[in-house]
């Protein structure tokens, strides 16, 4: 039996997980998507060209791994065709290494009408990605989500009927200036997905069976974690979260696999940190440092091309993070970002009302209370694009992940030097 290797984000999403999957699934041989749908974009440069992935797992793009959409995953059929197509255009033999858990959830029309229409009605704003996310989960957990299997079922035809019917009156009621009617129509719905259903159903396969196998084999698989702690529906800044657990748990049941199949788990941070969307945000920079972050690590979203917020590094955040997953190292990317300001600050304490602790909590009023307290370190790292090896690093550069792992406890083995697959540091840790 080979130990199962799982990629968390541990702050709220966009932390660089695609590029430690891409570099992790040169020897793995089955790469699993356990949760979220296409609200993820996982960016990935090769040889300059960039791939952003958002529902095919980006350890497909060895070349040589199986990438899985597990159970856990909610899966928009059209962006996955559009995405399937990509990669065949950019020569990746899809057919021979994509499968689809029969367990996945669909996410149709009215899911992605529902999500902005209730954003709209929301007056406290999550700033959700809009890809019908949120209603997909609840279907899933009202019992009345389409399954992939589903697709091909005798009554698919009149589940999705009532579903759309029922929906279309939902719609009506959160957003009665929009004509629905002629927006969402059943036949429209049932021929396109009919249609999608049997572009799919090469790819359809028992996930579980598949993983378990794999795993009994003696095979490497490889769990790609999509969005991050602090979007984790329990464990996160809620209620602006995500609608899924990407944290160990949901890894474990978006996926079918055990516990004692877990090996290493690798939380994956920024040498600072962003988010995208609304929620309270500890370390968060409204200045030109702030700004700076941005333009210089090109906080833009990989799936909506929002702006993202930026702020320093949250180790009191790091540690929740490590307690709820059970990290077992780190990857910290973009240190050439961050190498680029002459100090850098670290958070490694929260000021709440004056009682100074080291403990994060998610409640609401401890987090917009809380002010960072920092640790300011020395930057100017020089120009360390690209350099593969941890002694070649300024001395001042090796500190800031001394740093990091003295405070956390944990050792971090992967560093990010740069945005292209090559430009990263593996150390024997
Ligand atoms: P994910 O959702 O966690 O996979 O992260 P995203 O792909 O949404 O965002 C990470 C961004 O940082 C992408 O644009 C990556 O190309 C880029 N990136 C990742 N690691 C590094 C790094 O070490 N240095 C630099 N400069 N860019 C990086
Ligand atoms: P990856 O996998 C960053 C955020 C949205 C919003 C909240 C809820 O690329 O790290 P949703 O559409 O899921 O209902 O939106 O969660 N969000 C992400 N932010 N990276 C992601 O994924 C995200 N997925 C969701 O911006 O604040
Ligand atoms: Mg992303």
Do not use: N, Y
């Given at each position: 039996m080979s130990k199962v290797d799982v990629v968390i984000g541990c702050f709220y999403g966009d932390e660089g997980k695609g590029k430690v999957i891409d570099y992790l699934a040169t020897s793995a041989d089955v790469a699993i998507r356990a949760t979220g749908g296409d609200n993820a974009g996982h960016t990935i440069k090769v040889d300059g060209v960039k791939y952003a992935m958002h529902l095919i797992p980006s350890g497909l793009l060895s070349g040589h791994t199986v990438g899985v959409i597990g159970n856990g995953v909610v899966m928009n059929p059209e962006v996955l065709l559009t995405e399937i197509n990509n990669l065949k255009e950019h020569g990746f033999d899809v057919d021979k290494y994509l499968k689809i858990s029969d367990k996945t959830q669909v996410i149709f029309p009215y899911h992605r009408l529902l999500d902005v229409a209730l954003e709209k009605a929301r007056k406290s704003k999550i700033g959700t990605t809009g890809k019908g996310i949120g209603p997909a989960y609840c279907d899933k957990y009202e019992r009345c989500g389409l399954r992939v299997e589903d697709l091909y079922a005798d009554d698919f035809k009149e589940k999705l009927e009532e579903l759309v019917a029922s929906r279309l009156a939902l719609l009506k009621f959160y957003?009665?200036?929009?004509?629905y009617d002629s927006i969402l129509k059943f036949e429209e719905v049932y021929e396109t997905y009919s249609k999608y259903a049997k572009e799919l159903k090469r790819y359809v396969c028992d996930s579980v069976t598949l993983v378990h196998k794999a795993v009994e084999n003696g095979q490497k698989v490889l769990v790609e974690g999509a969005q991050a702690t602090l979007l984790d529906i329990d464990f996160g800044s809620y209620p602006f979260v995500t609608s899924s657990n990407p944290t160990i748990g949901g890894i474990l049941t978006g996926t079918g696999l055990s516990a004692n199949e877990i090996g290493n788990v690798y939380g994956i941070i920024k040498a600072y940190s962003s988010r995208v969307g609304e929620g309270p945000y500890v370390t968060e920079l409204f200045d030109e440092t702030g700004d700076r972050i941005r333009e210089l690590g090109h906080e833009y979203g990989t799936t909506t091309g929002r702006p993202r917020r930026c702020g320093w590094l949250d180790l009191v955040a790091l540690k929740y993070a490590k307690r709820v997953n059970g990290l077992t190292a780190l990857c910290v990317n973009h240190l050439d970002t961050i190498g680029k300001f002459d100090k850098i600050k670290v958070c490694t304490a929260y000021d709440v009302n004056g009682e100074v602790t080291e403990d994060f909590s998610t409640n609401m009023k401890f987090l917009s209370s809380a002010k960072p307290v920092y640790k300011e370190l020395d930057g100017d790292f020089g120009d360390i694009e690209g350099i593969q090896k941890f002694e070649e690093l300024p001395e001042k550069a090796k500190d800031y992940i001394r740093f990091i792992e003295d405070y956390i406890g944990i050792p971090v083995k992967f560093i990010g030097?740069?945005?292209?697959?090559?430009?990263m540091i593996v150390r024997e840790v």
């Open positions: 957003d009665p200036e929009t004509d030097t740069g945005a292209d697959r090559e430009a």
